[in-house]
């Protein structure tokens, strides 16, 4: 049996005894098989987070009912259920840069990613080509600072009109607006071309190029209304030396941040990440 076949419980609740044994022991009442299942206790926040994977080719209305009385009793605080296979409607905003975008473009195409991106948002028109030759949608919404809540509100109506689920920033050079980020709290995720939180702002490699740095990275994380400092989902580096120059380390950071965001929007995707608080946890 594949990772895309079964059904997938996720769950988050007040820390207690006895978590593990109810959901797993009504899984079991019900003749299904567990495939994975992954477990964390914060013993800072005192909150349990679990990811059940378990074989179920049918209908899950059957454990709708015992799975809601289960949540009531022992007080989750969130929980999902669904097929393994389901793909999530994201949808993805760019600007002039765009290998975060060609390389999600990619990896969807060749199901590298269990994702459906029905359209693409830009604030340039670079992109209409890139996202037509993959039969995407694609929106040209210039902004300015005097435009930027209009503009907004067309993004708001499109994620609605879409039924999308995630929006990913894969390299939009533009700040969102706190409105934006509470209507869709936890459901933005952003590439940070740096190893937050070092070389804030612009020119980060050139940042680093002038510090004479030994290892440069990047960042996934969820959008909050705070800039560059919402919980982080993924990090990476990669080493570089004195020899590298601006553009060396730029096309360096490329391959880096492409890998970081395709590993955030895959894991997201397999409902592998939970927010706590202003951090994550991540099943991967």
Known sequence: MSANDGHILTLSCPDKPGIVHAVTGLLASHGLNILDLQQFSDRTSQKFFMRVHFAHSESTDGLKEPIEKLSSELQWDHYDLRQASRKPRVLIMVSKIGHCLNDLLFRTKTNQLGIE???????????RSLAE??????????????????????????????????????????????????????KIINIHHSFLPSFKGAKPYHQAFERGVKIIGATAHFVTADLDEGPIIEQRVARVDHAMS???????????????????????????????????????
């Open 133 to 186: 030759s993959y039969g995407i949608e694609f929106h040209h919404l210039p902004v300015t600072k005097d435009t930027k809540l209009e503009q907004e509100k067309q993004i708001l109506e499109l994620i609605k009109k879409n039924d999308i689920e995630l929006v990913v920033l894969a390299r939009y050079m533009q700040v969102l607006s706190p409105g934006l980020c509470e209507a869709m709290s936890g």
């Open 117 to 127: 991106i029905p359209l693409i948002v830009s604030n340039h028109p670079d992109y």
């Open 246 to 284: 601006p553009k060396e380390l730029v096309e360096e950071g490329s391959n880096v941040e492409s890998q970081v965001l395709g590993a955030a929007v895959k894991w997201w995707s397999e409902k592998r990440v939970f927010l706590n608080g202003h951090k994550t946890v991540v099943f991967n």
